[in-house]
């Protein structure tokens, strides 16, 4: 008899369904009815968007704290941020405090959406002591390009009037000069690193505004004006402080927050999900394990270009084991995925609406797991490996 078969399962959240943790308990739940002797690693991924803090929170003994802050409309809510005290990282996503998730569709402009709540956090995690920050910058409701996180740091934004600007990437037309004479001293003596889940530039047809400016409420006319700021921005630092950020990859994420981390936090931009693979410690796992289960709400031609279930696919192929990738929907055009992953599974059972989908995620992920297992049972011809 076969040793028994151990399983990774790093799955990323099933967006509006389900988290990673989720996905990770309900593809056990299947896999234990389809095979009770398999033993499941979790392993729950992000790439920077939301729950990404979380996750390498509770990834690394770290301790998740609360603070009062302002929404990317300027309203005070409640936060959170994490503190990995050994290390002394501090952890950190946009979404917790400048989220589209946390303002209702109808409320939602980039024109006014600021990341002030963002550098509140900031703020918040440098009276740890911090030695590092670690910035996930996904799911943002902002088009400030980072002015707001600057503002609540203690920069300012000035126009030709020398009278300052205010929030929100609709001042940015505005802006003739920058002053970080009482910007926090605090930040320099830190490393920081922003986790991306995007490489698009600033601005332009592939840029923050025109590629995700209308998901966040901006009309056609909204995005050429967001657009033309952002350059307005860019201009700015460049005479002012003789950085180019106009085309830099990574650097229209959040909004144009990743340019505006780069320039005024010396942050460096790398993918969400190596960040999340190094703190989790995923190739340690992969590495003594049989096969590596992954997946995400949607798999498709896209996934190849940084998204979590390929990241952790090239970490299996690393080791040649075998990667299963689930999804709620498989798109099109995706030949090439099969190169680093062996099979694709959709979790649907049938013709559902959005919403449908979406409520019954975890049941079909768990009946899909099931299935999965029930037909490597009769290739092994055995219950047991």
Known sequence: MKKDLVIVLAPDSFKESMTGREACEAMERGIKKGNNRITCIHVPMADGGENTMELLVNSNGG????????????????ASYGILE?????????????????????ERNPLVATTYGTGQLIKACLEHGIKKLIIGIGGSATNDGGIGVVQALG?????????????????????????????????????????????????????????????????????????????????????????????????GAAGGLGAGLMVFLNGTLKKGTDIVIE?????????????????????????????????VALVAKKYNKPVFAFAGKVG??????????????CIMQGAASLEEALANGKQNLERTSENVVRAMNLVMKTDTW
């Open 155 to 251: 920069g300012r934004f000035f126009d030709e009037n020398g009278e300052e600007i205010g929030f929100g990437g609709g001042a940015l037309d505005r802006l003739a000069r920058i002053d970080l004479t009482n910007f926090d001293s605090r930040i320099k003596d830190i490393i920081i690193e922003v986790a991306c889940d995007v490489n698009n530039p600033l601005c332009g047809e592939n840029g923050a505004s025109y590629v995700f400016g209308p998901q966040k409420g901006a009309t056609p006319e909204m995005v050429e004006r967001l657009d033309k700021n952002l350059k307005n921005y860019a201009e700015v630092i460049k005479r002012q402080f003789h950085m180019d950020i106009l085309n830099i990859p990574g650097s």
């Open 332 to 345: 099109e055009n995706i030949d090439s995925l099969y190169k680093n992953m062996d099979a694709i599974f």
């Open 279 to 311: 703190y989790t410690s995923l190739e340690d796992k992969v590495k003594d394990a049989d096969m590596v289960w992954t997946g995400e709400g949607c798999i498709d031609f896209q996934t190849e270009f940084g998204k979590t279930p390929y990241g």
């Open 63 to 78: 301790k998740i704290y609360t603070a009062k802050v302002l929404d990317s409309l300027g309203r005070e809510t409640e």
């Open 86 to 106: 050994e290390s002394k990282t501090g952890i950190i996503d946009i979404a917790s405090a400048s989220g589209l998730h946390l303002i209702r569709k109808e």
